[in-house]
């Protein structure tokens, strides 16, 4: 083999070796998730103000991504968000208290939308009403269009009382309709392309005692938090005065 066929050969090599490897480093499978000890070492190395003790479960959310719930050492009930990527699982986003949230699991994606939750249980919160609204309005566009924008409230009650924690799929109705409103958007001409993904549409959770009476969850908000990258959506907390009921139901 002279000088010329060796050089193809060996740079051959190594490009199938390089890609080999970079297939292996950033698209292999998820491993099996680390055991209990070293997922509440996998959090504390990535944010230490979380002082994890006790992994509550691990949920699967995608094939690359899990929902892991956990108790702290000063009894806080936190909740984390762990990716698989670069051949690992790694803690990528942390919270030391519940309150619910969205996650954008696939940006752009509401089909792949979950909320997730881990509710103190000295809150005594029994139920928690979702919430995806939208306030009706009323615009102009270049002094001609007249646009009436309707009032938009679905709900999805989970019940909490013998679970702190969950994961819930986004409905599929509520990811329809935010579909819905993004292909208006585009077929608009991007008119609130500068603004959020869904410009109309806001997330909020009712919580509820035993009494079905709406409760303030004072050990499940407000804690100290660590972002790492995934994409998430507060979801605010709803007063009964937000929520339209039917003339029928008020009379």
Do not use: C
Not at 209 to 222: A, G, H, T, Y
Request: a negative charge.
């Amino acid at each position: 083999m002279n000088k010329k066929k060796r050089l193809w050969f060996g740079f051959g090599a190594f490009v199938i070796a390089a890609t080999v490897f970079v297939y292996w480093w950033f698209f292999s499978s998820p491993s099996s998730f680390p055991k209990q000890a070293e997922a509440v070492e996998g959090i504390n190395q990535v944010f230490a103000d979380a002082h994890a003790s006790q992994i509550q479960d691990v949920i699967e959310v995608s094939e690359r991504k899990r929902f892991v719930p956990f108790i702290t050492d000063y009894a806080n009930y936190g909740v984390s968000l762990w990716v698989w990527s670069r051949n690992e699982w790694k803690a990528r986003n942390i919270s030391m208290v519940g309150d619910p949230m969205l996650w954008k699991v696939e940006e752009g994606d509401p089909s792949s939308y979950h909320v997730f939750w881990n509710i103190h249980p000295d809150d005594a919160v029994e139920e928690i009403d979702f919430y995806l609204m939208r306030e009706r309005g009323y615009h102009i566009t270049n002094s001609v269009n007249e646009t009436y924008q309707p009032g938009v409230q679905m709900k999805k009650s989970v019940t909490v009382a013998d679970q702190s924690y969950g994961v819930l799929p986004l409905p599929e109705g509520w990811s329809h309709l935010m579909e819905s409103f993004r292909n208006i958007n585009q077929d608009n001409g991007g008119l609130f392309s500068s603004m959020s993904h869904h410009p109309y549409v806001r997330f909020g959770w009712r919580p509820l005692n035993s009494e079905e009476e709406n409760i303030f969850p004072s050990k499940s908000v407000n804690g100290s938090s660590y972002s790492g990258g995934e994409r998430l959506e507060h979801m605010i907390l709803i007063n009964p005065s937000d929520i339209e009921v039917p003339v029928d139901e008020t009379s």
